[in-house]
């Protein structure tokens, strides 16, 4: 959550000819709400389920980008889906980064829970392993600007071709 996950994905799309897919934004049209909206009325659990569905289906498609939400990874089924079907890149941030990217929490349910920095570190400390567990590159957001990771995030991809 605030890593740039859908700036970085929505650039390195265009750059490699290929089309980006949101995740977050797919199940939003599909349930026609927008993910606070399914918080509420189906908490956490239900909106794991859409995820898991939107990206059992989105992972079959071939040359796209796609960026996930933050908490995807916690089903094993997603890990399974991401890591088998594509090369997975984790945008790493660090929680105090992430909390200044996130201030406001304008669409993020999970930071209206309470302490917003203490909430990031907790997610932090479940997510990282399992984003490391699959990832095939892990590139640090902290000072690069947008076209610098992406471009770094290029020159990696070649390499591992």
């Known amino acids: 959550m605030g890593a740039g996950k859908s700036t970085v ?3 390195l799309a265009k750059k490699l000819g290929r089309r980006f897919l949101d ?14 909206v ?13 995820e898991a ?6 992972t079959s498609e071939k040359e796209i980008v796609l960026a996930t939400g933050g908490g995807a990874v916690l089903l094993s089924e997603n890990r399974q889906a991401l890591s088998q079907r ?14 200044h990217r996130t201030r406001g ?22 997510r990282d392993p ?8 892990v590139i640090e957001t902290g000072k690069p600007s ?12 070649e390499l591992s071709t």
């Open 9 to 11: 994905g929505k650039l």
């Open 23 to 36: 995740a977050d934004h797919v199940i939003e049209e599909r349930c026609g709400v927008k993910i606070p």
């Open 38 to 50: 399914i918080f509420d009325m189906e908490g956490e659990a239900g909106f794991r389920k859409r």
């Open 53 to 58: 569905q939107a990206i059992e289906e989105i």
């Open 86 to 99: 594509g090369t997975v890149i984790y945008l790493h941030a660090n929680p105090l980064e992430l909390f």
């Open 105 to 126: 929490g304008e669409g993020r349910p999970l930071l209206k829970q309470g302490d917003a920095k203490k909430i990031l570190e907790n997610l932090y400390s479940i």
């Open 130 to 137: 399992l984003y490391r567990e699959i990832a095939d590159h």
């Open 146 to 157: 947008v076209n610098q990771l992406v471009n770094t995030l290029i020159m990696q991809l």
